[in-house]
């Protein structure tokens, strides 16, 4: 194996594990919100704003 197939191999490797990462936390952040209550996402959507400097009153 040269130099130039064992770099692809390496970059396809890290992009194939980045996608992975990618994909189990956006799975997660789904989970989570989905079994969370409409209250709950309200207050912390709220919460955010303001720590943000935006209005939303």
């Known amino acids: 194996m040269n130099t130039q197939n064992a770099t692809a191999s390496n970059a396809i490797a890290t ?4 996608l992975t990462f990618v994909a189990l936390i956006g799975l997660g952040i ?3 919100t989905g079994h969370l209550q ?20």
């Open 15 to 18: 992009g194939i594990g980045a």
């Open 30 to 32: 789904v989970f989570v």
């Open 38 to 57: 409409a209250a709950t996402l309200h207050d912390a959507a709220h919460d955010v704003r303001h720590a943000t400097g935006f209005p939303c009153h």
